[in-house]
């Protein structure tokens, strides 16, 4: 399940082996948000790195 919102997600979960389980166990998840960064890369006709730049066009 993707943790697509931002929050704490409860999750039970029990695990078995060989027809032996465990007790149910509940797992705390907080999602939290993460922060992007996008960078451009431009090669020249060889294929070689020349330049980056990030999503507004601004040479790095």
């Not at 409860?10 to 996008?38: L, Q, Y």
């Not at 294929?47 to 999503?55: D, H, I, M, V």
């Amino acid at each position: 399940m993707p943790l697509t919102q931002i929050g704490q997600y409860n999750f039970t979960i029990e695990t078995c082996a060989d027809n032996e389980c465990s007790g149910p166990r509940t797992v705390i998840v907080t999602a939290t948000p993460v922060s992007r960064k996008v960078v451009y890369i431009h090669t020249d006709a060889l294929g070689s790195p020349a330049a980056e730049t990030n999503e507004q066009g601004t040479k790095q």
